[in-house]
C-alpha cells in the first residue's frame, strides 16, 4: 500500500519566516494531495490541495508543489502568523484510499 | 448545511468488550473513510466505504470492520477490545460524484479509551 513520509516532525520559526514541510510517497498512482491543519483538541481541516496533473498551487500565504516524478511534494507558508501554530498533515490520495504522513507540529513564535 | 457527525464523542469500555462508533456524513457525500488518530502514529487510515462497499482498506485486522447503509451512514465495530485500541476514531466524508480528488471533511471523532 501507500507510504507517505513527512518531515520535519516538528518545525520551530519566528513570527514573520517561512516554513516547508515535505512528503514523500511510494505509490505512483496516487492522484491527489491535500494537506490538512489540525489545532489541539479539533478536527483536521483542509488548507490546500493539489492535483497530479498540476506542479504548484498557491492560496495567500501558502503554497504546494509537486515533483510526480520524485514522488514529492512540499507546502510552503510564507509569513508566518502565531495563529499558524498546529500540526500539519500531508496525504496522498489514490481513489478514496488516502494515507496520512505523521504530521509535522509547527511552532510559531511572536 | 450540517457537517460530519460522530457519536458517541466518548467511549470507555473494558478489554475484551466490542464497541461500534457511528458517522452521519455530509448530506449528499457518497465516500466515508475511517482513521484512528493516536499521539505516535499519527492518522491511520482503516477503511472506506463508497456507495455501500467496502472500496478500500488499511491495514488494520480483522476486528475492526465497517459498514455504510444506503443513507451513507457508517458504522465501525471493534470486536475484542484491546488496551491498544485507546485512540481517537475519526470518520471523513467526501465526494458527491464519486470522484477520489476531491475536499475530506472530517467529524470531530470519537475518544475511545479501553481499561
Known amino acids: 500500500g501507500e507510504n507517505v513520509e513527512q518531515h520535519p516532525s516538528t518545525l520551530s520559526v519566528q513570527e514573520g519566516d517561512s516554513a516547508v514541510i515535505k512528503c514523500t510517497y511510494s505509490?505512483?498512482?496516487?492522484?491527489?494531495f491535500p494537506w490538512y491543519k489540525q489545532e489541539l483538541g479539533k478536527r483536521p481541516q483542509l488548507i490546500i490541495d493539489?492535483?497530479?496533473?498540476?506542479g504548484e498551487k498557491k492560496d495567500q500565504r501558502i503554497a504546494v508543489t509537486l515533483n510526480k516524478t520524485a514522488k514529492h511534494f512540499s507546502l510552503h507558508i510564507t509569513e508566518t502568523q502565531p495563529e499558524d501554530s498546529a500540526v500539519y498533515f500531508c496525504?496522498?490520495?489514490?481513489?478514496?484510499?488516502?494515507?496520512f504522513g505523521a504530521g509535522t507540529r509547527l511552532t510559531v513564535k511572536p | 448545511k450540517a457537517g460530519v457527525t460522530q457519536t458517541p464523542r466518548y467511549l470507555i469500555k473494558t478489554r475484551g468488550q466490542q464497541v461500534t462508533l457511528s458517522c452521519s456524513p455530509i448530506?449528499?457525500?457518497?465516500?466515508v473513510s475511517w482513521y484512528q488518530q493516536t499521539p505516535g502514529q499519527g492518522l491511520q487510515f482503516l477503511f472506506e466505504?463508497?456507495?455501500?462497499?467496502?472500496?478500500n482498506k488499511g491495514n488494520f485486522p480483522g476486528r475492526f470492520s465497517g459498514r455504510q447503509f444506503s443513507n451513507s451512514r457508517s458504522e465501525m465495530n471493534v470486536s475484542t477490545l484491546e488496551l491498544g485500541d485507546s485512540a481517537l476514531y475519526l470518520c471523513a466524508s467526501s465526494s458527491i460524484q464519486g470522484a477520489p480528488d476531491t475536499e475530506a471533511f472530517f467529524g470531530q471523532g470519537t475518544r475511545l479509551t479501553v481499561v
Open positions: 493539489i492535483r497530479s496533473n498540476v
Open positions: 466505504y463508497f456507495s455501500e462497499t467496502q472500496r
Open positions: 496525504a496522498a490520495n489514490r481513489w478514496g484510499d488516502m494515507r
Open positions: 505509490d505512483s498512482a496516487s492522484n491527489y
Open positions: 448530506s449528499g457525500h457518497r465516500s
